[in-house]
């Protein structure tokens, strides 16, 4: 985990500097100052310091959302050198044509050329 407020983790960063001080009495304020910090955010020094810990506590990326045909088509056409005329020709087609849809044979066609570039895991 780590502390969200940009302007709380700069006070941190700098009072941990301060704990090289050659003045007991700075190190000993700094410290605590460093401490109230860590725990006003709800945290542990552990949970600042051990990466197994922050990644337990990241929460998941959200799903990729589906791409629409017309996304899948611009990726196509974005990787010219991988596409033959054909495909090329009919990325343009349906990119130009301003149709809502795609029949099912024209998304079957896309489906099988962006599966080809980009993997059939993408979304």
């Known amino acids: 985990m780590t502390i969200a407020d940009p302007k709380k983790l700069e006070r941190l960063v700098q009072l941990l500097g301060m704990l090289g001080s050659d003045f007991e009495g700075e190190r000993a304020t700094a ?4 401490s109230d910090i860590v725990r006003a955010s709800g945290l542990t020094w ?6 197994q810990r922050q990644q337990a506590h990241q929460a998941p990326p959200p799903p990729p ?12 056409q974005a990787l010219p050198a991988e596409v033959n005329a054909w495909e ?6 349906i990119l130009g044509s301003g149709w809502d849809t795609l029949t099912d044979r024209q998304a079957a066609v896309l ?8 993997g059939a895991s993408a979304p």
């Open 31 to 34: 410290g605590r100052m460093a």
């Open 65 to 76: 959302r589906p791409l629409t045909w017309r996304e899948k088509a611009r990726a196509c």
């Open 46 to 51: 552990r949970d600042l310091l051990s990466p």
């Open 111 to 118: 489906e099988r050329i962006h599966d080809r570039l980009y």
């Open 88 to 93: 090329t020709d009919f990325l343009a087609s």
